[in-house]
């Protein structure tokens, strides 16, 4: 039974997974951030869990083909950088990152934006923007914050 989950869990079939896999949870986010199911699913540990296994898997793989400290390689330049993302194995443990780190954000932002009374029209629009592109929705909402708390902060 093992074996046949190995050979199901290809690389091409963890990416599908994951990356479809992820859309429920923004969608619990977006449509009901304060049912029970988006606090046991999206605001727990449940989904990092799942994608930290299929994480720990392909850098098992990685280790087993001899190829894990080629991923240093990543520090000596954007050449290398290149090089190593151009092997689907460490493009994959990437996407797996920033799939579980954009959602991890989301949720901080569904459960901020609920502190601070922040309208879901705005809410919404962040996380969208994080889950296409992390770093600008959380900009976005960062500037939405400052306006709704009435502060400037860096820190919670």
Known sequence: ??????????????????????????????????????????????????????????AYQIYITGDFFEGFELY???????????????LLIFWLHFLALSLFLGSWISRDSQRYLIPKVFTILSLILTYFSGPVGLVFYWFIRIFFSKKISFND
């Not at 690389?11 to 969608?27: C, K, M, Q, R």
């Not at 330049?77 to 993302?85: D, M």
């Open 1 to 58: 039974m093992i074996n046949n989950l190995v050979t199901f869990l290809t690389y091409e079939n963890i990416y599908l997974l994951a990356n479809w896999g992820v859309i429920p949870f923004w969608l619990l986010l977006i449509v009901a951030p304060n049912s029970i199911f988006t606090k046991a699913l999206v605001h727990s540990i449940v989904v990092p869990l799942l994608l930290a296994f299929a994480y720990i898997f392909i």
């Open 76 to 90: 000596f330049g954007l050449e290398s950088l290149y090089s190593v993302y151009s092997d689907e194995s460490f």
